[in-house]
C-alpha cells in the first residue's frame, strides 16, 4: 500500500516531459487514454461552430424580424396601401380628363387572368412556385455563389411570393438585410395565404413598364385590351416584362422585347404548357404586332392622362384637402366634375392665343402678360371652363382664376348700382359728373377723374354705369353709402375685404376672378346666386357615391333688381364700353361690364348671357406694371369673351332674359330723366321696378319738334300741354 501511495505521488509530481515528446506523442495518438480523442475534439468544435452560426443567425432573424413591416396591406385586399388605385377624373359628360396615381392600376380578379399569362409567368419567373413555401433554397444557394464570384449582389433568386413582399413592403436597394426581410416575409406570407391568393396580388402589384402596375394596366396600355382577351403572344410579352420592364419594353426596345417574348414562349414549350407550333404561331404573331404597336403606344407613353392640367390640379388639390393625399393617389375614387371638354378648350386655345399676341407688343421684355378665363353656368353654379394662364407648366401653375387677386376697377361699378336700385334710384335718376375734390382723415386731397379726364355734366344713370364714369358714380356711392355696398358684395359672393370708402367706387380692393364671377351670376340667374361648383359626385372604388353635390341657391337680389341691372349691361356692350370688342357680334342677348385700373395695369370684361356667366382678367402677375397706353378692359379682355362665346356659343342654349313681373316700361327724356312729351327731341323707353318710374312729363323742350320713331311703353305719351316748371338739379337730389 505504502509503495502505490509513493507512485502516485511521483507520478503526480513528476518532471513536464518536453514539448517535442508531447508533440510525438500526439502526432502517434499515443501517451492518451483514448486513441479517438482528437476525433471527439473535431466534432465538439464543429458542434459549438454551429450552434454559435445558429445562434447567431437566429439573432439576425430575430433582429430583423422585428422591423419587418405588418402583413395587414397584403392580407387586407380593400385596403388603398395595398390596391394603390389611381383616382380617374371625368368631365360633364363622363370623359375620362386626368388620373392622378403613383402610377397606372386596374385592379382585376384571378379568374378573369387568362391560363396561358399565369403559367406564362410561373414558368418564366419561379417555376416551383406551386412547391416551394415562399422561398428556394437552390435558388437562394446558386444566387448566393454569384454573389459571392461578382463581390457583389447581383442576382436575388427570388420567388413570386418574395416579389410580391418586396413590391409591397420593401425598397428596391440591393443588401443582405433586405433580402433577410424579404425572406421572412415571404415564409410569413405563405402561412398566411394560399397559393391563389398570392398570385392574384403579385398579377395586380407587380410593375410592368411605363407607370402601369398590374396585368389588366399592361394589357390596356400595350393592346388597348382587356387581360381576359390577351393571345398566347401577347401573355408571353407581358410575362417576360417583369425582370426588366424598362429593358424589354416593346415601345423602347422591340427587339429585346422579341427576344424576351421568344424566350417565355421557349420556357412554356420547355415545362410542357404549350407545342412548339403553338411557341412559333405566337413569336410570328408578336412580330407582325410589334411595330405597329410600338409607333401606336409610343405617342400614348409620352402623353400624360391630364387633358385640362389647370382644372384638373384644382380639383386635385381639394380632393387632396378633403381626403388627404393618400386618397388621392391610391383610393381609386372616380370624380365626376361639372367641365365641359369642348368649352375648356376652347377657353384653353382663345386665351392662349390672345396673351401671345400681346406678349408680341409688350412694352415690359422681362415678365409676361398673364391672363384667366372662368365660365360658369348661373342657374347651375357648375365650372364648365376653367384656365389659369397662358400654359400648364412646370414654372408656371399658378390658377389665376383662384390665386390672382387684383384690384377690377370699373367692373366692381354693377354692386355700386345694384345697391342704388335697391335704394330707390331708377335709370333715368340724374348724376352730377363735375369734379369735386375729397379731404381725407390725414388731411389730404383726393380729387378724383374719369378716363382721359373728361367730364360729362348732368348724365342719366344708366349713361353712368355704360360709359364707365367714375365721378358720377363716386357722387352715387356718397349718397347710398360705401359700407351698404360692401354688405351687398358680400351677400353676392365677393369674400375679400372690401375697403369702405368712396375709392370703391373705382375699384380699390382687390379680389380674384372667381369672386367677380360668382358675385355676377344674381345678375344673369333672377337675383339667384349659385356657388361655384366643380365636382358634382365621388365614388369609391365599388362605384358607391360618398358624395355628392348639388346646386346651392340664395336669392340675393329681387328677379326685378336683378332685370334692371341686365337692362343697364346691356346697353355696356350695346352702346357702352364694350360696344367696338361685342356689340351685335354673338346673335344673342349679352350683359356685361370692362373693368381697367389706373394706368392699365389690369383689364377686366365680365359677360353674361342667361346661360353663361364668363370672366376675363389680363394683366402682369407682379401688380402696378403698365400694360401699355389704351388697353383698357374693352380692348383686351372683352375680345377673350367674344372670341370664347364664338366658339362655344352653338353649346349654350339660345334664349333671352326673362322679364319679371313688377317690371314695366316708359317713354323718357333722358335729358331730364322725366316723362318724354311729343316734343322732345331725344327719347329713350327705359325699364322701371313698378312704382319708380317718374309720373312728371319734360317741360324744358317747349315748341320744339317731335323726335324719335314709335316706343314701347306702358304708360302714354301725353297729349301736348302748357310746361310746368320743374329744376333738374332738385329732381337729381330728390332722387
Not at 317731335?706 to 320743374?726: D, H, S, T, Y
Amino acid at each position: 500500500m505504502f509503495r502505490r501511495r509513493r507512485r502516485r505521488l511521483s507520478q503526480r509530481y513528476a518532471p513536464v516531459k518536453p514539448l517535442s515528446t508531447l508533440k510525438k506523442r500526439l502526432s502517434l495518438g499515443l501517451g492518451f487514454k483514448s486513441p479517438n480523442f482528437l476525433t471527439k475534439l473535431i466534432i465538439l468544435s464543429g458542434l459549438f461552430a454551429f450552434l454559435a452560426f445558429v445562434g447567431a443567425t437566429a439573432g439576425i432573424v430575430i433582429g430583423f424580424s422585428s422591423t419587418v413591416p405588418d402583413l395587414g396591406p397584403v392580407l387586407e385586399t380593400e385596403g388603398m396601401e395595398y390596391w394603390e388605385l389611381p383616382t380617374k377624373v371625368f368631365s360633364n359628360n363622363d370623359e375620362l380628363i386626368s388620373v392622378f396615381s403613383v402610377g397606372r392600376r386596374e385592379m382585376i380578379k384571378l379568374q378573369a387572368v387568362p391560363k396561358n399569362l399565369v403559367d406564362a409567368i410561373i414558368a418564366t419567373e419561379d417555376a416551383d412556385f406551386k412547391r416551394h413555401r415562399g422561398i428556394n433554397p437552390k435558388g437562394i444557394i446558386r444566387a448566393f455563389v454569384k454573389n459571392l464570384l461578382s463581390r457583389r449582389i447581383a442576382q436575388g433568386g427570388s420567388t413570386i411570393t418574395q416579389q410580391l413582399v418586396k413590391n409591397l413592403f420593401l425598397t428596391q436597394e440591393r443588401t443582405y438585410r433586405r433580402k433577410i426581410q424579404e425572406i421572412i416575409l415571404a415564409l410569413m406570407v405563405e402561412k398566411k395565404l394560399t397559393k391563389n391568393e398570392i398570385m392574384e396580388r403579385y398579377l395586380n402589384k407587380i410593375y410592368l413598364g411605363h407607370g402601369n402596375y398590374g396585368v389588366e394596366s399592361a394589357a390596356l396600355f400595350y393592346f388597348d385590351k382587356h387581360a381576359k382577351d390577351l393571345s398566347l403572344a401577347q401573355c408571353a410579352m407581358i410575362a417576360g416584362l417583369p425582370g426588366s420592364p424598362s429593358h424589354f419594353s416593346p415601345i423602347s426596345h422591340p427587339d429585346a422585347a422579341a427576344k424576351r417574348q421568344a424566350f417565355v414562349l421557349k420556357r412554356m414549350e420547355e415545362v410542357g404548357i404549350i407545342t412548339t407550333e403553338q411557341a412559333t404561331a405566337a413569336k410570328e404573331e408578336f412580330q407582325g404586332q410589334l411595330s405597329v404597336m410600338s409607333k401606336k403606344v409610343f405617342a400614348k407613353a409620352c402623353t400624360t392622362i391630364n387633358v385640362s392640367p389647370y382644372f384638373t390640379e384644382y380639383i386635385r388639390q381639394n380632393i387632396s384637402k378633403e381626403y388627404g393625399d393618400n386618397a388621392v393617389y391610391k383610393g381609386g375614387l372616380k370624380i365626376y366634375t361639372t367641365m365641359d371638354t369642348g368649352m375648356q378648350k376652347a377657353a384653353e386655345d382663345v386665351l392662349a392665343r390672345a396673351l401671345n399676341e400681346l406678349n408680341k407688343k409688350r412694352t415690359n421684355k422681362t415678365l409676361k402678360i398673364e391672363g384667366a378665363l372662368v365660365a360658369i353656368e348661373p342657374s347651375t353654379g357648375y365650372i364648365k371652363a376653367m384656365v389659369g394662364g397662358s400654359g400648364f407648366r412646370k414654372y408656371n401653375q399658378i390658377n389665376r382664376v383662384f390665386q390672382a387677386h387684383r384690384q377690377p376697377g370699373s367692373a366692381f361699378k354693377p354692386f355700386i348700382y345694384s345697391t342704388a336700385i335697391d335704394s330707390g334710384y331708377t335709370l333715368c335718376t340724374l348724376l352730377d359728373d363735375s369734379p369735386v375734390k375729397y379731404t381725407g382723415t390725414d388731411g389730404k386731397e383726393w380729387e378724383p377723374q374719369n378716363y382721359e379726364n373728361k367730364f360729362h355734366g348732368v348724365v342719366t344713370f344708366r349713361e353712368a354705369l355704360e360709359n364707365s364714369i367714375n365721378v358720377a358714380s363716386i357722387k352715387l356711392l356718397e349718397k347710398i353709402t360705401p359700407r351698404k355696398v360692401v354688405a351687398y358684395t358680400r351677400r353676392m359672393g365677393i369674400q375679400s375685404y372690401i375697403s369702405p370708402d368712396l375709392s370703391m367706387a373705382l375699384g380699390t380692393s382687390v379680389v380674384s376672378p372667381i369672386e367677380l364671377a360668382t358675385a355676377y351670376i344674381p345678375f344673369a340667374n333672377q337675383g339667384i346666386k349659385t356657388e361655384p361648383i366643380a365636382i358634382k359626385c365621388i365614388k369609391d372604388k365599388d362605384s358607391v357615391v360618398i358624395k355628392e353635390r348639388m346646386p346651392q341657391e340664395e336669392r340675393v337680389l329681387s328677379p326685378q333688381t336683378a332685370y334692371i341691372m341686365t337692362s343697364l349691361m346691356k346697353g355696356v356692350v350695346e352702346r357702352g364700353t364694350a360696344r367696338a370688342a361685342i356689340g351685335g357680334s354673338l346673335g344673342r342677348e349679352v350683359a356685361g361690364k370692362t373693368g381697367t385700373t389706373n394706368d392699365y395695369v389690369d383689364a377686366w370684361f365680365i359677360g353674361y348671357t342667361p346661360n353663361m356667366v364668363v370672366c376675363v382678367w389680363v394683366g402682369y402677375d407682379k401688380g402696378q406694371i403698365n400694360m401699355g397706353h389704351g388697353m383698357t378692359g374693352g380692348v383686351i379682355a372683352a375680345p377673350i369673351y367674344r372670341d370664347f362665346m364664338l366658339r362655344v356659343i352653338n353649346k349654350i342654349p339660345a334664349a333671352s332674359f326673362p322679364r319679371p313681373e313688377g317690371i314695366i316700361t316708359a317713354t323718357i327724356d333722358p335729358s331730364t330723366g322725366l316723362l318724354a312729351t311729343q316734343k322732345c327731341p331725344w327719347m329713350r323707353t327705359e325699364h322701371f321696378i313698378k312704382g319708380t318710374e317718374p309720373t312728371k312729363y319734360c317741360t324744358t323742350h317747349v315748341g320744339l319738334p317731335a323726335q324719335g320713331g314709335k316706343q314701347e311703353q306702358n304708360i302714354p305719351l301725353p297729349e301736348e300741354e302748357e310746361p310746368v316748371e320743374e329744376d333738374i338739379d332738385k329732381v337729381m337730389l330728390e332722387e
